[in-house]
C-alpha cells in the first residue's frame, strides 16, 4: 500500500465516524471537541508565530527595551 491509499483510508476512516457523531455518545461528542479546540489553538499559534516572526516589527533594532527600575 502506498502512503496516498494508506492516507486516503484514514481519511475515509475519519470521515465515517465524522458522519455518525451527531448520533454519538454525549461523552464522544465532547472528547472530539475538544480534540478539535487542541488542533484548531495549535494551528493558530503556528500562523500566529510564523506571522510574528516573519512581519519585521521586532527586529532586534526596533524593539522597544524595557530599562531595570
Not at 465524522?18 to 503556528?46: D, E, K, R, S, Y
Not at 521586532?58 to 530599562?67: A, I, M
Request: positive net charge; contains cysteine.
Amino acid at each position: 500500500m502506498s502512503a496516498s491509499e494508506e492516507m486516503m483510508a484514514i481519511l475515509q476512516n475519519v470521515w465515517t465516524k465524522l458522519q455518525g457523531l451527531p448520533q454519538a455518545h454525549p461523552l464522544t461528542q465532547t472528547a472530539f471537541l475538544i480534540i478539535l479546540l487542541f488542533f484548531l489553538t495549535f494551528i493558530v499559534l503556528i500562523v500566529t508565530g510564523c506571522v510574528y516572526g516573519r512581519c519585521g516589527c521586532c527586529s532586534t533594532g526596533t524593539r522597544n527595551r524595557v530599562s531595570a527600575v
